[in-house]
């Protein structure tokens, strides 16, 4: 079985450039997630989609992260203008229940650095 | 979000057991215990979860205390891939049922 799929892995850019990230979840799962990752801390949530519809945003800076998922099934996250402190690991994790307990299934994430 | 507090590194030698504490001393009676562990340079992946008793799986063991406000990750025999860093996080409907991560346990693994 495929795993979640993310793109690209590494990306540098200057502040106040645009970056875009893609990804591509597990075949069949419903429910998709963003996360940050700064260095030495653990993920942060920035955004879950149910299908193509937002569950939860309250962690993402709007004013400058942006992230949809038209067709219910692969999703890109985008950040414009870039600063300094958005230089992180953003992780893409999917899950095949709707709620409830189940297992997340991570990417291996997208390496952004922002000089 | 109800919180775990967990050490934060250890180590270990190989071929040997490792008990991995977590405290939760404000666990609720519909929160899951899960643990993830996140290996260098990937993403996070799932270890196991329970709600009150004991689990065991093909990666590890997880034992609950009988008032669930601790839990111990058990790794059987440690190996020099199992150097990670590793998560204890609770799930439950209060929070609708979101993975928060904390800093996690980094362990270290001995040749």
């Known amino acids: 079985e495929a795993g979640v799929a993310q793109s690209p892995r590494y990306k540098i850019i200057e502040k106040r450039q645009s970056v875009a990230f893609w990804c591509n979840p597990i075949s069949g799962h419903a429910t998709l997630y963003w996360y940050q990752q700064i260095l030495g801390q653990g993920p942060k949530l920035l955004i879950q989609f149910q299908n193509n519809g937002v569950v939860d945003d309250s962690q993402l800076p709007k004013d400058r992260f942006s992230a949809e998922r038209l067709k219910g099934v692969d999703s890109t996250l985008k950040i414009q203008p870039a600063k300094l402190e958005d230089s992180a690991v953003y992780l893409c994790?999917?899950?095949?229940?709707?709620?409830?307990?189940?297992?997340?299934?991570f990417g291996e994430g997208s390496r952004l650095t922002v000089l | 979000d109800a919180k775990t507090t967990q050490p934060n590194s250890m180590e270990s030698n190989e071929e040997e057991p490792v008990h991995l504490p977590c405290n939760h001393s404000t666990i609720s009676g519909t929160d899951y215990i899960h643990w993830y562990r996140q290996l260098p340079s990937q993403g996070p992946e799932y270890v196991i979860h329970?709600?009150?008793s004991n689990v065991n799986n093909r990666m590890a063991s997880l034992a609950i205390a009988e008032d669930r406000k601790s839990s111990t990750l058990i790794l059987h025999r440690a190996t020099l891939r199992d150097a990670a860093v590793y998560y204890c996080?609770?799930?439950?409907?209060?929070?609708?049922?979101?993975?928060?991560f904390g800093s996690g346990t980094r362990l270290l693994v001995r040749p």
């Open positions: 329970g709600l009150t």
């Open positions: 994790a999917s899950s095949l229940s709707p709620g409830g307990p189940g297992e997340l299934f």
């Open positions: 996080i609770l799930r439950g409907m209060d929070s609708s049922y979101k993975l928060i």
